[in-house]
């Protein structure tokens, strides 16, 4: 098998436009997961003891089911359920099945937020007098969000790169795209090249710009005084 | 006579079934200072987040202006308080703690308006007046702009001072709020601490180990010893001639700050 240009000049274009599907599986993927780990942490802080320990449990067994197995399950073996069981379309399974995985993480990574702010922030709060409402909008939540900011990124380029496993479900991604045409002209070693320089070409710059927000974030508000006492007035 | 501004009835605390406070019954009439002073451990620092609304008592009640703080009168019996009552009794009361707790992402001057925009719909123009004015007094004028992350201990912890006091409570708490801080810049604390306490209209319960200060702030020290008041009276009476064993030895390890 040799490497042909011209094949590249054929498949380019059609994994150029599959990676829209791509991306956008990935963004849909991830909104999801942000808005149920949302769901997820929120129910969490609910202390009613069997309440807590059922919602851990489902949590534990939802990362603990390879994603894969889950796609194959929500899309071959729901349908077939009695009663409860609907057919969905591949892009739908593919966001409940990876946004729901991940969303068992995202959920962890807001807890660390939440209760990376000091206990302290909630007493000054309560002694302000703010209300409850405030006290996550005002102090809570702008303290817990920024720190988390890389952690929710690094997890959207895990995600990104676990996109090829809904090819078991037939989304029309880049790999998809790729096996199809690799099947039917027999030309994998293109084909497949280009999907990974795809991957590569967006996952790196995303983890450079990652690490600098990390930077960025890590200085905000925590630098401390260049020297004792003296404070820098900022502008 | 005018009623006192916060009453301790026969409070109790406990924590995980450990009595550690036992009893305690105290009046503090408005605009009066009173030291509260004893060995560690004895809830100095309980007896006074109970009053901030941050530790509930076990029983016995606590009284603010007359209002049950952590009870509520519904049909003539008392049951226990909501968050509705908690916030319109505790808008009276403020506190400077140990550690500051300054909010890290706002600037000082922000720190100083939030609560009093939020929580009491001043109008933003009013609080910064205010807001600036109380820094001012504080020395903390050129640092509106500052975060607190940019301070040292000394000023965070008069931003803290300032912020409490612009919320205009009627009684303040400070919980040694000196002890964190490095020996040199405790001084300007205790000023700043000293300057509104001249100007007395507000009342307030200060834990504290500088005997001096306490001395000199007070008009009245409590001895606090086991989760009980074992004394208290004129500050020279309670520091010169103390009448308890307990005191006295409590006192002796003092005797180098005065
Ligand atoms: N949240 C808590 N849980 C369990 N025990 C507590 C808690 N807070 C305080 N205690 C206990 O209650 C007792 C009184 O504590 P408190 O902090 O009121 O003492 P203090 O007089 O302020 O002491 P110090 O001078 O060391 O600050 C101590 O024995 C302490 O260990
Ligand atoms: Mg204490």
């Known amino acids: 098998m040799r490497w042909d240009w011209s094949t590249v000049i054929e498949v380019f274009p059609l994994i150029f436009d599959a990676m829209w599907t791509t991306l956008g599986l990935t963004i849909a993927c991830f909104s999801t997961a942000m808005i149920v780990g949302a769901i997820w942490t929120a129910l969490k802080r609910i202390k009613f003891k069997p309440f807590n320990w059922f919602i851990s449990f489902v949590l534990e067994f939802i990362r603990s089911t390879p994603p894969l197995v889950q796609l194959y399950f929500l899309f071959f073996a729901w349908p077939m359920i009695p009663y409860i069981g609907v057919t969905l379309d591949p892009f739908t399974v593919a966001v409940m099945g990876l946004g729901v995985h991940f969303s068992t993480y995202i959920s962890e990574i807001y807890r660390s937020g939440i209760e990376g702010v000091p206990k302290g922030q909630l007493e000054a709060a309560t002694a302000l007098n703010f209300s409850t409402r405030q006290k996550w909008t005002k102090i809570i939540l702008p303290q817990a969000i920024p720190p988390i900011i890389p952690m929710l990124g690094n997890y959207l380029i895990i995600m990104f790169k676990e996109i090829p496993l809904t090819i078991v479900v037939g989304v029309a991604g880049m790999l998809t795209v790729a096996e199809v045409y690799g099947v039917n002209n027999f030309e994998y070693l293109e084909p497949y090249t280009i999907v990974a320089f795809f991957f590569l070409a967006m996952s790196y710059p995303s983890s450079l710009l990652i690490q600098w927000l990390e930077k960025k974030m890590n200085r905000r508000f925590v630098n401390k005084p260049d020297k004792k006492g003296k404070g820098v007035t900022a502008t | ?258």
């Not at chain 2, 009491?120 to 009013?126: A, N, S, T």
Request: hydrophobic share 40%; charged share 30%; glycine share 8%.
């Open chain 2, 1 to 258: 006579m005018t009623q006192p501004l916060i009453q301790y009835e026969d409070v109790h605390k406990s924590f995980d079934d450990v009595e550690v406070l036992k009893g305690i019954n105290l009046e503090v009439d408005p605009g009066e200072k009173i030291s509260l002073i004893g060995p560690s451990g004895s809830g100095k620092t309980t007896i006074i987040r109970m009053l901030m609304t941050l530790e509930k008592p076990t029983s016995g009640l606590i009284k603010v202006d007359g209002t049950p703080l952590w009870h509520k009168e519904v049909n003539g019996k008392l049951v226990e308080a909501d968050e509705k009552h908690l916030r319109k009794v505790r808008g009276d009361i403020g506190m400077v703690f140990q550690h500051f707790n300054l909010f890290p992402h706002m600037t000082i001057l922000k720190n100083c308006t939030s609560a009093p925009i939020n929580v009491q719909g001043v109008d933003k123009k009013v609080a910064e007046e205010r807001a600036v004015e109380m820094l001012e007094k504080v020395g903390l004028g050129n640092k509106l702009d500052a975060y607190p992350a940019q301070l040292s201990g000394g000023q965070q912890q008069r931003v803290a001072i300032a912020r409490s006091v612009v919320m205009r409570p009627k009684v303040m708490l400070f919980d040694e709020v000196t002890s964190a801080l490095d020996p040199e810049t405790v001084g300007e604390v205790l000023e700043v601490i000293r300057d509104i306490a001249k100007e007395g209209e507000m009342a307030m319960i200060l834990v504290t180990h500088e005997m001096e200060f306490a001395r000199d702030i007070a008009d009245r020290i409590v001895f606090l010893e086991s989760g009980k008041i074992a004394e208290e009276g004129k500050p020279l009476d309670i520091l010169e001639n103390p009448n308890s064993e307990r005191l006295k030895t409590f006192l002796q390890r003092f005797r180098s700050n005065f």
